[in-house]
């Protein structure tokens, strides 16, 4: 009999390419697929499936809240197994009761050998987490894998399925549309895992970052020009390959002043 699946992953080439190897290997029947953590959490209490492919960064509600999300709702915990572009992570945090891990890109032998865990324990069930049992674990996992803070000089940025460990004194500037916060330096443009602006801020040096408008972030260091504007307002033109101008929000502009004593 094969185990019911939902592949929940913000990348539609990762979710089309979990979606080949699955159907190549067999033995899974895959309900549907999901975007995002909200999603997920909503498939999960429908579709109550054996086995759920989650990934770990996604904008918005992670991996993690996913699961946290379940708890909280009293929503019966399938098998998961989480999908991570992060190698250096501490395995054995994944291999705990019903928890699988899958590294990115995925490896097909790997996804076999998945399946096949899941499989028998379907058969043979270990021991289920308690709630107690799974939170100790997302408190683990969290701690090894939340984002660096600003005493270790680096930003993690999603930039074309790859996780890098950018130094906060590259970036030129921030900005967050839609819920999506972008993180732009001279050579790599990519998306941060924050979830606001302000949690993004408490990474970096307050003395360097400043808010100058509620959509942006910029490194003053950065700064290229300071452009006037209609009525007495200002545009920041950064040093990025795109020069991009940023406004000054009237709120922020006693702060410019006092910046560059205009």
Not at 124 to 137: G, Q
Request: with cysteine.
């Amino acid at each position: 009999m094969s185990l019911t699946a939902l592949i929940i992953d913000d990348e539609p080439l990762a979710r089309q390419e979990l979606q080949y190897l699955l159907e190549r290997a067999g033995g899974v029947e895959v309900l549907a697929q999901g975007t995002n953590g909200i999603e997920a959490v909503e498939l999960i209490r429908t579709h109550k499936p054996d086995l759920v492919f989650l990934d770990v960064q996604m904008p918005g509600l992670d991996g993690f809240g996913v699961l946290k999300k379940l708890l909280d709702r009293k929503v019966p915990m399938p098998q998961v197994v989480f999908a991570t572009a992060f190698n250096q992570y501490a395995v054995r945090a994944f291999e705990v009761n019903a928890v699988d891990y899958l590294l990115k890109p995925f490896d097909r032998k790997r996804v076999m050998q998945t399946i096949e865990k899941a499989q028998a324990r379907r058969v043979a069930p270990v021991e289920s987490a308690s709630d107690a049992k799974l939170d100790a674990l997302l408190r683990l996992v969290e701690e090894q894998t939340q984002a660096p803070k600003a005493n270790s000089g680096k930003v993690i940025v999603r930039a074309q399925s790859r996780l890098l460990l950018v130094d906060q004194r590259e970036i030129c500037f921030a900005s967050i549309e839609e819920g999506t916060i972008s993180v732009v330096t001279r050579a790599v443009e990519g998306q941060s895992n924050c979830r606001t602006l302000e949690e993004l801020m408490d990474q970096l040096d307050p003395e360097t970052f400043w808010r100058a408008h509620r959509s942006y972030v910029v490194n003053i260091q950065h700064i290229r020009e300071v452009v006037p504007w209609f009525k007495s307002s200002y545009q920041l033109r950064m040093d990025d390959a795109q020069k991009t101008e940023i406004p000054v929000s009237r709120s922020q502009t006693k702060r410019l002043r006092e910046l560059f004593n205009l």
